[in-house]
């Protein structure tokens, strides 16, 4: 008789096998809960993308319950041309940039964006930080919303210019335009912060992939 393993599969692992594109088609075949594996998977990084994209939590909080609730209901649209994180970076950007062109965002609420921006800082390193974070998300503020969207996928978010393409749905050329008109007008607003190692830090995530789970 063979001996059990010595690490059985645990629930948790087992979610994790599952790729985004199979608990796309089992929501879409009536599982009540593989939409919220998803939501579960991805809701932070949205969250972000929301939240440096819109430099306010309230506004960020309100994009993202937007963008989830029309993925559930356009489920059925998802074609599988890309990553199931690409449809859903799209449809979160979408959102963000109708917010930005419906109305003016409110001014940065100090502490509370703060707070949600540098989850993951170190405390030792986020006094010097917030600092940077207020004014590179004031200055961002100052861009078209096309331009501001381009250079949080790849400058804050670190995404690749390829796959930043494919969350706005233009050109890669396209991007690197937008990106490029963006430095241009950050740069003299920024320039004091030029030789700051937080800068960095604060508005990079350097390395992020778009990846189904």
């Not at 579960?40 to 440096?52: E, G, I, K, S, T």
């Not at 804050?156 to 430095?183: H, I």
Request: net charge neutral; glycine share 6%; charged share 30%.
């Amino acid at each position: 008789m063979n001996s059990p393993p010595d690490n059985p599969p645990t629930a948790e692992h087992a979610r994790h096998a599952v790729s985004d594109a199979d608990l796309l088609t089992r929501h879409l075949g009536g599982d009540p809960q593989a939409f919220s594996e998803i939501v579960r998977r991805h809701r932070d990084r949205m969250w972000a993308v929301a939240l440096r994209t819109l430099g306010d939590p309230d506004e960020a909080a309100d994009a993202v319950q937007d963008a989830f609730v029309s993925a559930y209901r356009k489920a059925s649209s998802f074609r599988g041309e890309a990553a199931v994180t690409t449809w859903l970076h799209r449809i979160v950007v979408n959102a963000c940039l109708d917010r930005m062109r419906r109305k003016s965002v409110r001014p940065v609420a100090d502490d509370e964006l703060i707070e949600a921006a540098e989850r993951e800082v170190p405390a030792a390193d986020q006094a010097g930080e917030r600092e940077v974070s207020l004014e590179v998300t004031a200055a961002l503020k100052l861009l078209p919303p096309d331009q501001r969207a381009a250079l949080v996928l790849v400058d804050m978010m670190g995404y690749a210019v390829d796959d930043a393409a494919a969350v706005l749905n233009v050109p890669p050329g396209t991007v690197k335009s937008r990106c490029a008109r963006g430095r241009a007008k950050l740069a003299p607003i920024l320039s004091h912060l030029r030789n700051r190692s937080e800068l960095t830090r604060v508005s990079s995530g350097k390395g992020a992939v778009l990846r189904d789970g």
